[in-house]
């Protein structure tokens, strides 16, 4: 079992910055990929990017590349977890709720909202023009 958390969402400017955050308790976290998804009102819910349980694979949306950085720390003993999704240049259709959320290692890293089993409660990001 992993519960998630987001933090680090809010209001910028064009061509800002914000650093999302989801911290992550259970003990099997490290066996989990991770992803980053975002949903705009009316849209579907898509994946930005993603990291394996290692850290050593990652996938970024074609409209983030270049922009966005997925990270992740794994304490020794498992007592924090976080994962991190560093936004540069940000514009305004980058605004969305965005999710965390964890899924069972895959030989490729999941793409879909299904590949994931767990997901933190959102945390909204406005990117203002």
């Given amino acids: 079992?992993?519960?998630?958390?987001?933090?680090?969402?809010?209001?910028?400017?064009?061509?800002?910055?914000?650093?999302?955050?989801?911290?992550?308790s259970g003990r099997t976290f490290s066996s989990y990929d991770m992803g980053w998804f975002r949903q705009a009102p009316g849209k579907e819910r898509v994946l930005?990017?993603?990291?394996?349980?290692?850290?050593?694979?990652?996938?970024?949306?074609?409209?983030?590349?270049?922009?966005?950085?997925?990270?992740?720390?794994?304490?020794?003993?498992?007592?924090?977890?976080t994962v991190y999704l560093q936004m540069n240049s940000l514009k305004p259709e980058d605004t969305a709720v965005y999710y965390c959320a964890a899924g069972p290692a895959r030989l490729r890293?999941?793409?879909?909202?299904?590949?994931?089993?767990y997901w933190g409660q959102g945390t909204q990001v406005t990117v203002s023009s």
């Fill in 1 to 24: 079992q992993v519960q998630l958390v987001e933090s680090g969402g809010g209001l910028v400017q064009a061509g800002g910055s914000l650093r999302l955050s989801c911290g992550a």
């Fill in 109 to 117: 890293l999941g793409v879909r909202p299904i590949d994931y089993n």
């Fill in 48 to 81: 930005v990017a993603a990291i394996s349980r290692n850290g050593r694979s990652t996938y970024y949306a074609d409209s983030v590349k270049g922009r966005f950085t997925i990270s992740r720390d794994i304490s020794r003993d498992n007592a924090k977890n």
